[in-house]
Each structure stands twice: as C-alpha cells, then as structure tokens.
C-alpha cells in the first residue's frame, strides 16, 4: 500500500474533525469523575481521565522506521513530554531510519528511548543503528495523550477515526510480507484492527507481560525474545 497516506499531513487531514468531539467526550469523563465524593481516589480518577485528552496542536504520528524493517513495534499512539512541541515530537533524520533512536532527537526522547525502551537490546551486542535500521514502530493512533483510554467508550471512538483503515491496512501489508511483530500496548485494540495477527501470536507475534511499560526486554517478552534478538542482529 502506499506509504504517502500515513505521512503526518494526511493523517491530520483525515482525523483533524474528530479530534475536538472525541476531546468532548474526555471532558465529560472529567466532569463525572468531579462528581465524585471528595477523595484521594476522586483525585486521581480525575487525572487519569485527564490523561486520555489528544493533543492535536503536535501533530499525526503513525509510522516511524523504515517500511521494510524486519521487526515491527507496534505501539497504541504516541506520547509527549512537558515540553513537547511539533517541531521536537518528530525528527525524522535520512541517517536515522526510526528516529527515536537518533543522536538528533530531544535530549528526553534520546534517554528516554536509549536508556529505558532499547536498554536491554543493547545489552544484548545490538547497536542503536542496527534498532534504527531494523525496527519499525506503528501507532494504532497517530495522536498524543497521556495515556491510553484502554477498549471503553473512548477506545471505540478512536477506532472510528478515518486513519484506523489505512494504519490497518498497512499493518496487514506488513503480516503478509512475514515481518515480526512485537505488541507494547493495545493488544485487544491492534488484534480487532488486524485480526491477521491473531493467529501469528507465539510465532510472529509476542505481546508485553507488562504493557503499562514500553520497555522491550527478555522478561516482559520471554517467548519471543531470542526470535528478537536474531532479528535485529542479522
């Protein structure tokens, strides 16, 4: 399929009118939550659903990598830091195939990523090039927030967004061209998505023991860790 219609300024033009109602809909979770009796647990039922606003004004990020990279992370959507901007939340470099990985990014998004996300990959003999050159992450939702709203009344209201197909669709190109996926986040979401992964799942497809982390380690992916390993050393 064509790469072109998951570039950032396609994805906005796609999704741009669905962000300010979905934000609705965070905000009436917000105010439910207010209604609360006054509470520790009020408080943070309150931050979390503030967490799941999208954050529009930093752009679409879908696909960040190189399209024929033999292994595939599939994420849920992006995040940010305090101090996020367009211009900072994607860097893409010709160098630097999955720019996360680059010297170039923010200096947060480098720790971040090099000292957290692909520590043990580099424990393991791999360097950060071989992780640019041979990896690619996909967003099931080119979007930023916080947090993800999980499979709720929000969750199916991102998968109505008009970029689900083509992001879906692309995914799919890259099942049949036998890449290996490993899942961080969203599984149900990516597996109703693309039901093709589904049966790939302990072969092809490894999912986190712990998807609250992005952390890409042996023991949140125990059975798929060596088939990893080998991947992006060859």
Same mark, same amino acid.
Not at 67 to 81: D, E, F, H
Not at 123 to 150: T, Y
Not at 155 to 161: P, Q, T
Not at 178 to 187: E, H
């Given at each position: 399929?064509?790469?072109?219609?998951?570039?950032?300024?396609?994805?906005?033009?796609?999704?741009?009118?669905?962000?300010?109602?979905?934000?609705?809909?965070?905000?009436?979770?917000?105010?439910?939550?207010?209604?609360?009796?006054?509470?520790?647990?009020?408080?943070?039922?309150?931050?979390?659903?503030?967490?799941?606003?999208?954050?529009?004004?930093?752009?679409?990020?879908?696909?960040?990598?190189?399209?024929?990279?033999?292994?595939?992370?599939?994420?849920?959507?992006?995040?940010?830091?305090?101090?996020?901007?367009?211009?900072?939340?994607?860097?893409?470099?010709?160098?630097?195939?999955?720019?996360?990985?680059?010297?170039?990014?923010?200096?947060?998004?480098?720790?971040?990523?090099?000292?957290?996300?692909?520590?043990?990959?580099?424990?393991?003999?791999?360097?950060?090039?071989?992780?640019?050159?041979?990896?690619?992450?996909?967003?099931?939702?080119?979007? *930023?927030?916080?947090?993800?709203?999980?499979?709720?009344?929000?969750? $199916?209201?991102? /998968? !109505?967004? &008009? @970029?689900?197909?083509? #992001?879906?669709?692309?995914?799919?190109?890259?099942?049949?061209?036998?890449?290996?996926?490993?899942?961080?986040?969203?599984?149900?979401?990516?597996?109703? *998505?693309?039901?093709?992964?589904?049966?790939?799942?302990?072969?092809? $497809?490894?999912? /986190? !023991?712990? &998807? @609250?982390?992005?952390? #890409?380690?042996?023991?949140?992916?125990?059975?798929?860790?060596?088939?990893?390993?080998?991947?992006?050393?060859?």
């Amino acid at each position: 399929m064509g790469i072109d219609l998951l570039a950032p300024s396609a994805l906005e033009a796609m999704d741009l009118a669905c962000i300010a109602p979905y934000n609705r809909l965070v905000e009436a979770e917000v105010a439910r939550c207010t209604l609360m009796p006054d509470s520790e647990k009020k408080t943070k039922r309150i931050e979390k659903a503030q967490s799941w606003r999208l954050q529009p004004e930093l752009g679409a990020l879908c696909v960040d990598g190189d399209p024929a990279a033999p292994v595939v992370y599939l994420q849920a959507n992006p995040s940010y830091g305090e101090d996020a901007t367009r211009a900072t939340h994607y860097q893409p470099h010709p160098d630097w195939p999955l720019s996360v990985a680059g010297p170039h990014v923010h200096p947060a998004t480098q720790t971040y990523y090099r000292h957290t996300v692909f520590l043990h990959l580099q424990q393991e003999g791999i360097s950060i090039s071989d992780i640019s050159r041979k990896m690619l992450k996909v967003e099931l939702c080119p979007w *930023a927030s916080r947090r993800w709203p999980g499979e709720g009344k929000l969750g $199916v209201a991102l /998968s !109505r967004f &008009p @970029s689900r197909e083509p #992001i879906s669709r692309f995914v799919e190109h890259l099942v049949d061209r036998g890449a290996l996926f490993i899942v961080a986040r969203a599984w149900g979401s990516w597996f109703k *998505a693309v039901p093709s992964l589904v049966p790939l799942v302990g072969t092809r $497809v490894f999912t /986190s !023991r712990t &998807p @609250s982390s992005a952390l #890409i380690c042996r023991g949140f992916y125990p059975e798929g860790w060596e088939r990893l390993v080998a991947a992006l050393r060859s």
